[in-house]
């Protein structure tokens, strides 16, 4: 198929069915038959036929909407494994606790979570953080001395220690990892910010979208039948 008057690098794209399909007796396959989708470019001469789902059409992108699309993929991607590192592990018998104050700041923020691990509250050594019942609340605050009657615990953010001692039996979990930011979402409801959790949804949807339309347009899109 030549093009010998083309200057310029272009695109065109086709859309065939194979032929002898449409007989009697294969109408009833024409359903589940998909037409085949190229792109010949016409570079330096030469035709490059490109099928679909070529990762080279990716090439074809505008730049800037590469970028755009790479970024939304990381961004998912890193939301996907955060959500996950902080969700998994009580699958496997941990325990998890969203962060609603800044007592601990700046180690550990607000909406982060923290995965736990459950004790029987003795042993623990100083500079511990653990999640305990203190009256009708839960507290995630770090020891600083252990003595006979307890632990004297204090947040990283408070000048002056806790007044009461923590009891090994008030204890529900000593902290192993700290997940950030996964726990917004919870917090937001908690605290009946609706317009912050609707802006959160609609830029995650967007995300998505955006992520998308980057396989979409190379014929890899995962969601097309």
Do not use: K
């Amino acid at each position: 198929m030549p093009f010998a008057d083309q200057t310029t690098p272009f695109e065109q794209t086709m859309t065939f069915e194979p032929a002898g399909l449409r007989t009697e007796a294969s109408r009833p396959l024409e359903s589940s038959v998909q037409a085949i989708r190229f792109q010949v470019q016409h570079v330096g001469g030469e035709d490059v036929l490109l099928l679909s789902g070529d990762p080279s059409l990716v090439g074809s992108l505008p730049i800037f909407r590469l970028v755009v699309n790479a970024a939304a993929t990381f961004i998912l991607v890193i939301l996907v494994g955060l959500t996950m590192a902080a969700t998994a592990p009580r699958l496997l018998g941990y325990g998890s606790v969203v962060v609603s104050s800044g007592s601990m700041e700046p180690a550990i923020r607000v909406a982060d979570v923290v995965v736990t691990s459950s004790t029987d509250g003795s042993d623990l050594g100083e500079g511990s953080v653990i999640n305990f019942v203190h009256g009708d609340e839960t507290r995630l605050h770090r020891i600083v001395e252990a003595t006979p009657d307890g632990y004297r615990t204090i947040g990283d953010a408070n000048r002056t220690a806790d007044s009461d001692l923590v009891l090994p039996s008030q204890i529900q979990g000593i902290g192993i990892v700290v997940v950030p930011f996964v726990g917004m979402a919870a917090t937001w409801v908690d605290n009946g910010q609706w317009l912050r959790l609707g802006l959160l949804l609609v830029t995650l949807v967007c995300l998505g979208y955006v992520s998308r339309s980057r396989w979409a347009y190379a014929g890899m899109d995962p969601l097309r039948p």
